[in-house]
């Protein structure tokens, strides 16, 4: 291991090797993970499932960000379940910690109401930072300032089939922007205000959108579709772009990412719907995968209709895209429809 500064450790995997004296084809992207000590195992998992169906042949390389260091254990683990490089790093303190102007009295007496209603981490002051970090801060990591894609990888997730090509030069060369496996929805309770906002945020900005409508329901509010942001291969340069970070940091000045209990993967789609055509937006179709209970994959499974090898476990009955496809047939089905001062 090699320490490149007191909050960064880097591993060189073997499979580096291959690239010596050769012309190294790899897009300039990474593998993005914000994990914890306590997750080792679940991260490993994951880690083996990519490198099984891609990236064993691909070789892309992993970062690991956290809001506290590294344990040794877990670093040399991790390292080990992969021949391509490993970087571990902190995140710079003011991308995590919570805003001065919070108030904590308040946040309290939000969190006790979400928690009387059951709703998932809403009394988890850490998961609104977690959200918030991946809402806003992410690609300001100074690690991936040179890379131009990156793919968010969570544990406990699986891969059911083979990707034998390389989804990150399939974004560039086919103008990709955003890119989802899941689209689903989102718990009503934990965004109450997040339409309202972003509305008002694309109409102070005149913003003519014809993506939007995507996301709108029949009285005229948020349908709650969102991608779901634990898979997500998308574009940096989109995040780090002068209007993805105006939108963000409207949505931040509400505080709501603490008086309420905002995701990111909402904020992502929305933003998406906000500044993005569909053509810049892929499903990939072809990419099984599971998160939590949820879990889709190509439906016609061992060789399907893209040639690819699938393989789903016994134990899994319900393909989610057929289950509760309701909102990836809203993708399928939308027609760009221009939607100017987001009046009707
Ligand atoms: P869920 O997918 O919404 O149920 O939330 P997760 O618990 O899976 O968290 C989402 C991602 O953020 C995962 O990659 C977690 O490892 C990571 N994460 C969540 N909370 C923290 C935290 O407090 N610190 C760090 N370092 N990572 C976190
Ligand atoms: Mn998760």
């Known amino acids: 291991k090699e320490e490149i500064a007191p909050w960064v450790w880097h591993h060189r995997g073997v499979a580096e090797d291959k690239y010596i004296g050769k012309t190294d084809t790899r897009e300039k992207a990474a593998i993005l993970v914000l994990v914890r000590n306590s997750e080792l195992e679940d991260i490993k998992h994951s880690i083996r499932m990519l490198e099984d169906r891609f990236n064993r042949r691909y070789n892309y390389p992993y970062i690991f960000l956290n809001d506290k260091p590294f344990s040794n254990k877990f670093m040399e683990h991790v390292a080990r379940s ?6 571990f790093a902190l995140i710079p ?3 995590w910690e919570v ?9 309290k007496v939000e969190f006790e109401k979400l928690v009387s209603q059951d709703i998932v981490y809403g009394g988890s002051l850490s998961y609104r930072q977690m959200c918030r970090f991946n809402s806003g801060f992410f690609y300001k990591h100074p690690l991936v300032q040179n890379l131009k894609y990156y793919w968010r990888l969570e544990p406990n997730i699986d891969f059911y089939c083979d990707i034998d090509y390389d989804p990150f030069k399939f974004m560039r060369e086919n103008k990709k922007i955003y890119s989802f496996v899941i689209i689903l929805y989102e718990l009503k309770k934990t965004i109450p205000t997040l339409w309202k906002t972003s509305l008002e945020y694309a109409k102070q900005n005149n ?3 014809n993506l939007l409508k995507l996301f709108v329901n029949e009285n005229k509010d948020y349908n709650l579709c969102h991608f779901w942001s634990n898979f997500e291969i998308a574009s940096l340069d989109w995040y ?3 209007e993805y970070e105006s939108y963000f940091q409207f949505l931040d000045s509400t505080g709501s990412f603490f008086y309420e209990r905002w995701g990111d993967a909402p904020i992502h789609s929305l933003a998406a719907g906000l500044f993005l055509n569909k053509d810049q937006i892929h499903f990939f179709n072809d990419i099984g995968y599971r998160h939590d209970q949820f879990a889709r994959w190509p439906v016609s499974t061992t060789t399907n209709e893209f040639g690819i090898k699938c393989q789903v476990p016994k134990n899994i009955k ?10 990836l047939n809203f993708w399928n089905t939308y027609k760009p429809y221009e939607w100017t001062n987001l009046d009707s």
């Not at 992969?82 to 970087?87: D, E, H, I, M, R």
């Not at 805003?99 to 946040?107: A, F, L, N, Q």
């Open 93 to 95: 303190q003011e991308h």
């Open 240 to 242: 780090r772009s002068k």
């Open 82 to 87: 992969t021949k391509s490089n490993t970087t």
């Open 99 to 107: 805003p001065d102007s919070i108030d904590m009295e308040k946040t």
């Open 207 to 209: 913003i003519t959108s």
């Open 318 to 327: 319900e393909n989610f895209d057929v289950a509760s496809g309701e909102c």
